[in-house]
């Protein structure tokens, strides 16, 4: 099986604490890109005190059949808190979820510094059981 390409990039957000969020996105700019078919995943850091971006993950699976493309994409999120898309099947959802990772669905195309905009005021205020359940996890 061929190796996701990562591209790392230096911020300011502490990653220690940070929960890891990946975007499909064909543009890095926007989650508008079905889980399947991205070629590209933005991961940003979160905490309460800010977000960037800490790697651009290319998942290019168009020379890969069948299953092989869903589990390549699942074991180079690995270490990804949460992952938004556009769209997912359920069986490849499954697999997400299995590997510990919570699949996100945007209903259209939405601006990924929009969301993290509204996902750091959750954190800044109550957060809701799973996302504590998340941090804490994270923080054991």
Same mark, same amino acid.
């Given at each position: 099986?061929?190796?996701?390409?990562?591209?790392?990039?230096e911020?300011?957000?502490?990653?220690?604490?940070a929960? &890891?969020?990946?975007?499909?996105?064909?543009?890095?700019?926007?989650?508008?890109?079905?889980?399947?078919?991205?070629?590209?995943?933005?991961?940003?850091?979160?905490?309460?005190?800010?977000?960037?971006?800490?790697?651009?993950?290319?998942?290019?699976?168009?020379?890969? &059949?069948?299953?092989?493309?869903?589990?390549? &994409?699942v074991?180079?999120?690995?270490?990804?808190?949460?992952?938004?898309?556009?769209?997912?099947?359920?069986?490849?959802?499954?697999?997400?979820?299995?590997a510990?990772?919570?699949?996100?669905?945007?209903?259209?195309?939405?601006?990924?510094n929009?969301t993290?905009?509204?996902?750091?005021?959750?954190l800044?205020?109550?957060?809701?059981?799973?996302? &504590?359940?998340?941090?804490?996890?994270?923080?054991?």
């Amino acid at each position: 099986m061929a190796e996701a390409k990562k591209i790392k990039v230096e911020g300011s957000v502490d990653m220690d604490h940070a929960l &890891k969020i990946a975007f499909a996105s064909s543009d890095m700019e926007t989650i508008n890109a079905h889980f399947g078919g991205t070629k590209q995943f933005a991961i940003y850091g979160v905490t309460k005190e800010g977000f960037d971006l800490i790697e651009v993950l290319n998942t290019d699976t168009s020379k890969m &059949k069948g299953d092989d493309k869903t589990d390549f &994409k699942v074991k180079a999120l690995a270490g990804t808190n949460i992952m938004y898309c556009e769209s997912i099947g359920g069986t490849a959802a499954a697999k997400v979820i299995r590997a510990g990772i919570h699949p996100m669905k945007v209903n259209e195309p939405t601006p990924i510094n929009e969301t993290l905009e509204k996902f750091q005021q959750m954190l800044i205020g109550n957060p809701p059981p799973w996302i &504590k359940k998340i941090i804490n996890e994270k923080d054991a």
